[in-house]
């Protein structure tokens, strides 16, 4: 178990469970008292992966050299909380003296009613488990870490983190879709994600470029997972991602937004059923669907095959209509930031969705494009273009430290 005392350092446990992998990382504050949430760093990073039939244990530490690699002998099948007993045990061995002060989760879905990262106690829990239904995939396995890490650690405090909740400053029009007001109060309406990656950009950008504070701003989040959002002065104002993460472009297995209409027929013409959808709208569509071989962007621009380069440029198209489309909504377009991991790295998507947002005056730097500098418009832009690596680990300690600082000034109060 992590020494809990003649520690000298803070230290954060941030974890983004998944069904098959919980993904780790621990940033470290040289504070005492996690207060100061600026100056905390990654120390190592980490996966548990194959829970459930094969688990295997891998971390790297900051130089991102390998630090542990263990697999559990044939026959052998540890659960999460054993699993994660294995990395309290491996944090409190590898960083030693380090005090681990809390443990902040992220959270898929937050509903209408958590709008903030919150403290989880068991009424936490029990709320969260109402909106498994809203994201069947995600938010079970985030609840079952939480439920586990209690039950190992009971008194490290855990935070969850909403990856919907950065959006709920989005005006009614945003939230709303044009289906009876009943269904609108049952809570099915727009409540967008990757939250935590567009509020880490939202604080970068001006420490990028001060001017842009108050900016229109459209943030492309373009991973295997992908949306974009308009922000103003920082605040969400709209998103691509709606009830769930199916809505908006096209992404790794997804198809982005369909017409319903296909749904119905798909059901009443060929049979299919609920399980049928989720399997086809999560897992068969995207880009793998449409290139037929991966839903991977580096195999796509490598591959030599017109199905391959379809699908690149079928995501692009769509990208840049949700450019101009969130331009619309917000009434206008001051900046556009690319990030993750297609976004951060794909030189031919940016210049393909810039080249496609010429009429609107962006315009790239090819060069700077290529080296992946931060502002990679041409001079002449009438928009300036920017790519920020998103950071939603950090986001996730910051407030989790930050949730646990104001428990105990309330406490001192
Ligand atoms: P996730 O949504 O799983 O967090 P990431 O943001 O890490 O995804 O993005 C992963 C995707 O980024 C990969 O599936 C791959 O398509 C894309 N990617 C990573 N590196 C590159 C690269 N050099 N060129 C093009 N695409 C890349």
């Not at 691509?240 to 296909?262: N, Q």
């Amino acid at each position: 178990m992590v020494a809990l005392s003649n520690s000298s350092e803070d230290a954060c446990l941030v974890i983004n469970a998944g069904s098959s992998s919980l993904k780790f990382c621990v940033f470290q504050s040289g504070n005492k008292g996690g207060g100061s949430a600026a100056e905390i760093e990654p120390v190592v990073t980490g996966q548990i992966s194959g829970i459930g039939t094969a688990p295997r244990f891998e971390a790297k530490d900051a130089a991102r050299h390998k630090i542990a690699d263990h697999s559990w002998a044939a026959g052998e099948n540890p659960g999460r909380p054993e699993l994660l007993h294995h990395l309290l045990d491996w944090i409190g061995d590898t960083l030693k003296g380090a005090t681990l002060v809390a443990a902040g989760h992220r959270v898929v879905h937050g509903g209408t009613r958590f709008s903030a990262p919150v403290r989880v106690t068991p009424a936490v829990l029990d709320q969260l488990e109402e909106l498994i239904p809203l994201a069947p995939l995600h938010e079970p396995h985030n609840i079952a870490a939480m439920r586990a890490l209690a039950q190992v650690y009971p008194s490290l405090p855990q935070v969850a983190c909403f990856d919907t909740a950065f959006h709920q400053t989005q005006p009614w029009q945003s939230q709303t879709f044009a289906i009876p007001r009943e269904l609108t109060a049952e809570g099915i309406r727009r409540y967008g994600f990757h939250g935590l990656s567009y509020e880490y950009i939202a604080h970068r950008l001006p420490q990028v470029a001060p001017e842009l504070a108050d900016a229109h701003v459209v943030v492309c989040h373009l991973g295997s997972g992908a949306s974009l959002c308009a922000m103003r002065g920082g605040h969400s104002v709209d998103t691509t991602m709606g009830f769930t993460a199916l809505d908006g472009v096209p992404m790794g297995t997804r198809p982005g937004a369909i017409d319903p209409g296909v749904l119905i027929y798909l059901m009443r013409e060929k049979g299919y059923g609920a399980d049928e959808l989720e399997k086809l709208l999560y897992h068969k569509s995207g880009m793998l669907g449409v290139s037929g071989v991966s839903n991977d962007m580096r195999d796509l621009e490598s591959s030599d095959l017109p199905a391959a380069a379809e699908a690149v440029e079928l995501f692009c198209h769509n990208v840049a209509k949700q450019v101009a489309a969130l331009a619309g909504s917000m009434g206008g377009l001051d900046a556009v930031v690319f990030t993750a991991g297609v976004g951060e790295n794909s030189t031919l998507v940016r210049a393909r969705v810039a080249e496609k947002l010429s009429w609107l005056g962006v315009s790239i730097d090819p060069a700077a494009n290529r080296a992946k500098a931060t502002r990679i418009s041409a001079q002449e832009s009438r928009v300036p273009v920017f790519i920020i690596p998103t950071d939603e680990e950090r986001m996730i300690a910051r407030h989790t430290l930050g949730v646990i600082a104001a428990a105990q000034l309330d406490r001192a109060a």
